[in-house]
Every structure is written in structure tokens, then in C-alpha cells.
T-cell receptor, first 114, second 113 residues
Framework: EAGVTQFPSHSVIEKGQTVTLRCDPI?????LYWYRRVMGKEIKFLLH????????ESGMPNNRFLAERTGGTYSTLKVQPAELEDSGVYFC????????????FGPGTRLTVT | AQRVTQPEKLLSVFKGAPVELKCNYS??????LFWYVQYSRQRLQLLLR??SRESIKGFTADLNKGETSFHLKKPFAQEEDSAMYYC???????????????FGKGTKLSVIP
């Protein structure tokens, strides 16, 4: 069984540019979560999809971040325009639609904004 | 507000010595507690959860509701235990809904040969 995949593994962009991160969850996992870890801080929740619907987006920092999950399969997280403080590692996790809701994490995308 | 505190950023122990990674939490209600581990160049993976009450790779963790703690323990550390360990919590399983994880900052365990 393939695990959660994320693309790209590393992205370096300039302040003001746009970046789109992609996450492919484990097949059959309706739940998809985005998290991020900025330097020196803990891993923080961004948002949660159930299939294509946003269940909880309380962790999204501001309106420069846009997450989508068209068709309920893969998800994208777009940052536009990127700021220096957006640098960090962005993780995606997925879990099965029925319990016990264990979350399986992807390898993360390291975003560097210069 | 819910919070997870891991007071040690780095913990170094000798091989064969006991290990205890500390975790304290604050949460209104009864959370579910987890330990996640990230080995070098690998992804974050679940080590154990309090509800399972099992031992994984020799590690155990007991939920102490009175002290709001969920410390991770192993009686004899091995070199392969060197990794980053994260304590996390979510709301207790109760059907559909969001089970977002709240993480601590992590403790880097280094086992000295």
C-alpha cells in the first residue's frame, strides 16, 4: 500500500511569489489534514478535509493560504503571495473514514521563502 | 486552550540506560494522547496511543489524568531509538468530525553507544 505522498519535497521561492503544494493521501482515506512546522515552533494544524469538503479550517493563518481538494482525492495548498514567515515544513496526513482515525503522515514539503 | 508541553528539547542517554520523555498536557475534557516518532530521514509515524495500552519497541506510556501527563518510558535504551519524539493529543473518538492533532515541540533523543 502506497503511503501519503507530497510534492515537491523542497521549494525555494522569493517573497511575493506563489507556491502550490500537493498531497496525495492513502487511497480510500476520506480524511485529509494539513499541518505545518515553522522554525522553532511546534507542528500546528491548518485544516481538515472530509472528502472534498472543508470540515475545519480554523488553523489557516490568513487568506493568503488556499486549500482545495477537488474530487475528494489529492489536495493542494496554495500560498499567494508568499511571505518570509511562511517558511517551514508543511505536512499532510490522511486517515481512514472509519475509526480509529490514526493519521498517516507524508514526508513533508520544506518551503523556503527568501 | 489545549496545549502539549515537552520540557526537554534534547535528551541524551547511554545505551542500556532507562529513558523517560516527559509530556504534560492541558485540555478541557478527556483527550486521546499519542506519541509520534520521526527517525532520521523518515516520516512522522505513530509510536503508540494511550487507548491501546500496548508496548511498541519496548516503549510504554501511561496516562495520568491527575497530573495531566503522558510520559514515554523505556527500561533499556537502544541506539536505534535515537529520533525525534512528539507528544500529541486530539479529542476522544466519538464518531464523525475533526480529530486534529495538537503537538508538543518535540524531544530529540540521542542514545550514546
Amino acid at each position: 500500500e502506497a503511503g501519503v505522498t507530497q510534492f515537491p519535497s523542497h521549494s525555494v521561492i522569493e517573497k511575493g511569489q506563489t507556491v502550490t503544494l500537493r498531497c496525495d493521501p492513502i487511497s480510500g482515506h476520506d480524511n485529509l489534514y494539513w499541518y505545518r512546522r515553522v522554525m522553532g515552533k511546534e507542528i500546528k494544524f491548518l485544516l481538515h478535509f472530509v472528502k472534498e469538503s472543508k470540515q475545519d479550517e480554523s488553523g489557516m493563518p490568513n487568506n493568503r493560504f488556499l486549500a482545495e481538494r477537488t474530487g475528494g482525492t489529492y489536495s493542494t495548498l496554495k500560498v499567494q503571495p508568499a511571505e518570509l514567515e511562511d517558511s517551514g515544513v508543511y505536512f499532510c496526513a490522511s486517515s481512514h473514514p472509519q475509526g480509529p482515525y490514526e493519521q498517516y503522515f507524508g514526508p513533508g514539503t520544506r518551503l523556503t521563502v527568501t | 486552550a489545549q496545549r502539549v508541553t515537552q520540557p526537554e528539547k534534547l535528551l541524551s542517554v547511554f545505551k542500556g540506560a532507562p529513558v523517560e520523555l516527559k509530556c504534560n498536557y492541558s485540555y478541557s475534557g478527556s483527550p486521546e494522547l499519542f506519541w509520534y516518532v520521526q527517525y532520521s530521514r523518515q516520516r512522522l509515524q505513530l509510536l503508540l496511543r494511550h487507548i491501546s495500552r500496548e508496548s511498541i519497541k519496548g516503549f510504554t506510556a501511561d496516562l495520568n489524568k491527575g497530573e495531566t501527563s503522558f510520559h514515554l518510558k523505556k527500561p533499556f535504551a537502544q541506539e536505534e531509538d535515537s529520533a525525534m519524539y512528539y507528544c500529541a493529543l486530539s479529542r476522544s473518538y466519538s464518531g464523525a468530525g475533526s480529530y486534529q492533532l495538537t503537538f508538543g515541540k518535540g524531544t530529540k533523543l540521542s542514545v550514546i553507544p
